[in-house]
């Protein structure tokens, strides 16, 4: 019984891991995108602006609003992984505590 317990909670925790590690590795590609894209607008805008005014003051205006929202959810997510990283330390500190080895 023990070790049927044991295999599914390895699986869980691997799954969950392996989940973990390529949700973390895409975001990271995507925040670098996205920074990316920044620098190049910041490089080019002042050329869309002595072309169209108007229509770069629109486009600023509506990139300014995306950027502020996506640094918004950024953070949450930031600090969402903060505190769950935070409880797994707990956790594991207090099975060790009580010599309890669950591989975290």
Known sequence: MFHKFKNAFNSIKNFLGQGYSHGKH????L?????TGKDIYRIIEPTLYSLSPETTSKANRHLN?????YDSIKNKVVNAHDTAEHHVKDLSNKF?????????
Not at 26 to 29: A, E, I, Q, R
Not at 31 to 35: C, G, K, P, T
């Open 26 to 29: 895409f975001l990271g590609k």
């Open 31 to 35: 925040d670098n995108a996205i920074q």
């Open 65 to 69: 609003d995306v950027s502020s929202k």
């Open 96 to 104: 060790k505590s009580k010599n309890i080895n669950i591989g975290l």
